[in-house]
């Protein structure tokens, strides 16, 4: 006679029940399998959890990191779609093309997207100089937006009533670095936007990303009175470089009874400004040669 193991014979409980002749016998799950089973579920609905406590994570405040400042993106958990798939955008509207020293630049970031599909917008934006290194300073007003370490990203981000293309996160301000230094010089804004449809998953929402890189206006000022190379002559003892480029700008400015006399050669590039305040006195004794 055999047996069939597995089995929970309703009369002897033992799991063993003999196999006579002609009877036909389904294997039943044991406790081991049923155990496994349940523990499956569990793990399965662990995981769906966690991923949507994620989500609810991120709407409130996205992770740092992914405005593409340093080759990564939203995309790496947004995945349905390409990085700024056709018919979409974010742009960043009040951002200077050139700064000035501690100045507070007010702005918005509008994210669109090609169809009235999308219920919820989100955005991360951080300025780096040239060296890579945070610059400058994030505020806002906006009750959906805030600092978010080095960056401004949205905060709460809202579940609009109806579909709509396009959203606007308005009330931002950058302010520009206090002393800036020498990698100050250039700054490079990496923004992000996502146009999202406000299911609650990553699934099916749009990443778009842009930049736009902006340069410090230097200003040297004469203040003094005589000879152009003289340092002593001017603000900060800082003499204008013989070819200058950029954004910066040369203020002549000398007393009353002063003057400024232009005793060197001097280049003036594109972009460059010499600006000579009313009623002052500028000389030229040597060579200024403007390249516009």
């Known amino acids: 006679m055999a047996a069939i193991e597995g089995y929970n014979h309703p009369e002897s409980g033992k799991g063993i029940m003999p196999l006579n002749e002609g009877n036909q016998i389904t294997k039943q799950p044991n406790n081991c399998m049923r155990k496994h089973f349940r523990k499956s579920l569990v793990l399965v609905t662990l995981v769906a959890l966690l991923s949507s406590f994620a989500v609810l994570i991120h709407s409130a405040a996205p ?10 993106y939203c995309t790496s958990c947004h995945t349905t779609n390409p990085l700024n798939s056709p018919g979409g955008s974010t742009l960043a ?48 007003t906006n009750p959906n937006a805030g600092i978010n370490g080095n960056e401004l990203s949205h905060m709460n981000a809202i579940i609009l009533a109806s579909a709509v293309k396009s959203y606007t996160y308005d009330n931002l301000t950058w302010t520009a670095p206090v002393n800036p230094g020498t990698a100050d010089q250039t700054v490079t804004f990496y923004y992000v936007g996502n146009a999202a449809n406000g299911t609650g998953s990553s699934a099916g929402d749009y990443i778009y990303a842009a930049t736009k890189t902006v340069n410090l206006v230097i200003t040297y000022t004469f203040t003094g009175n005589g000879n152009w190379d003289n340092a002593a002559n001017w603000s900060n003892n800082t003499i204008p470089p013989p070819t200058l480029t950029g954004t ?22 594109t972009g460059t400004n010499l600006v000579v305040k009313t009623g002052k006195r500028f000389r030229i004794a040597g060579n200024l040669i403007i390249n516009n």
Do not use: W
């Open 93 to 140: 509207t009040g951002l200077p093309d050139s700064y000035t020293a501690a100045m507070a630049y007010p702005f918005s970031i509008t994210t669109s997207h090609s169809n009235t599909d999308r219920k919820r917008f989100g955005f991360s934006i951080i300025a780096v100089n040239k060296n890579g290194v945070p610059t400058g300073t994030f505020s806002t």
């Open 248 to 269: 910066a700008t040369i203020v002549i400015d000398p007393p009353a009874d002063g003057e400024c006399v232009l005793n060197v050669e001097q280049h003036i590039g």
């Open 63 to 72: 992770p740092q990191g992914y405005t593409g400042a340093t080759g990564e």
